[in-house]
């Protein structure tokens, strides 16, 4: 007991408790059971106070991570607000920027994204045209009454397709302003929508490249090679923006379009030939087979097969070969450096 005691105190004399009168050692003793339970409370407290902070931490950091797509969209919208809504073609090129971000995080909003970047239509209104008589037909006889009357009726004809001209075109420019203004203002939502909701960092999710954007830089940067890599390198950029905007179909396609567009950097007539007889190691091999054997196969039942009366529509996991073909373009890249 007095070990318990003394290992319970930290180092008080607990002789000189037990030479005490027993009412004094029972007060001092209450006094020592006291001292070690409100120790044990002040420990269980801070465990409590880190794991509070670790979570804060953790939320925090949530946050964030959230704060990275959200900066961005700002940086567009700041963008999107010094383009000119005159010149559509300036919105348009926007929009291509934009459709990547608003596709990775905010992919529920993405078909109503789609449909605000169409390009207003130029209203246009019948015509006021007169048709002039042509002088040179068979027949006709030009008389000063007939050229007078005849210029009166064309020159109100301008006068009235001028006036619709300019009365249409100052539709166009406002069926732009408009457009853009509703491009803003759907920005200015999902903005809102994301500062203030609570379940802001769950509701977001990030598409990771189809690509490795690093693959695409380095065959970009390939030079002097006995092959142009442009195509090669727009296939994979455009295979990345199918493949964030959930367009699965065009991502099959793209990747067997990639393994049809290659063999000859390979030496090979084929494709087929590279997965069965390039002598790459035996993990290259498998990756290769596993691109032509299934990937490929996939992509082809897609495409060949006709309408029928009940369908199957292909999902990220079907379409997913990002490794295998990574394994490729570094093959590539490392013949043609």
């Known amino acids: 007991m007095t070990q318990n005691l003394h290992n319970t105190t930290n180092g008080v004399d607990t002789q000189k408790i037990f030479s005490l009168s027993p009412f004094n050692r029972g007060d001092i003793q209450l006094r020592l059971w006291l001292i070690t339970s409100i120790r044990g409370a002040i420990q269980s407290s801070e465990v409590k106070i880190s794991l509070i902070s670790s979570w804060g931490f953790r939320f925090q950091s949530n946050i964030q991570t959230m704060q990275k797509p959200l900066d961005r969209l ?5 963008e999107l607000e010094n383009t000119s809504f005159l010149n ?4 348009d090129i926007w929009g291509k920027k934009a459709l990547p971000t608003i596709a990775k995080n905010w992919s529920e909003h993405l078909d109503e994204f789609k449909s605000l970047l169409k390009k207003p239509i130029y209203p246009m209104g019948a015509s006021f045209g007169v048709s002039r008589p042509d002088p040179k037909s068979p027949g006709y006889i030009f008389s000063k009454e007939d050229y007078q009357e005849d210029q009166e009726k064309w020159l109100e004809s301008e006068r009235r397709n001028n006036q619709q001209s300019e009365s249409e075109a100052a539709g166009y420019r406002q069926n732009c302003e408009n457009a853009h203004k509703k491009i803003l203002a759907f920005l200015d939502g999902i903005i809102h929508e994301a500062e203030n909701s609570a379940t802001m960092p769950a509701t977001t999710t990030h598409v990771s490249d189809y690509v490795n954007i690093q693959r695409i830089d380095e065959l970009r940067c390939v030079n002097g090679a006995s092959y142009d890599l442009s195509k090669l390198v727009k296939m994979c950029e455009e295979l990345n923006i199918c493949y964030s905007s959930n367009a699965y179909f065009a991502t099959l396609m793209l990747v067997r379009s990639i393994l049809d567009h290659i063999s000859p950097i390979f030496e090979c007539g084929a494709f087929s030939e590279i997965a069965n007889n390039y002598k790459g190691g035996k993990s290259f091999k498998e990756a290769m087979q596993r691109l032509e054997n299934t990937a490929r196969k996939i992509a082809d039942s897609y495409l060949h097969l006709q309408i029928r009366n009940s369908e199957s529509l292909p999902n ?14 570094a093959e590539i890249y490392r013949i043609l450096k």
């Open 88 to 91: 559509w073609d300036e919105v």
């Open 316 to 329: 990220s996991t079907q379409v997913k070969f990002d490794s295998e073909l990574d394994v490729l373009l």
């Open 74 to 78: 700002r940086v567009l919208k700041n």
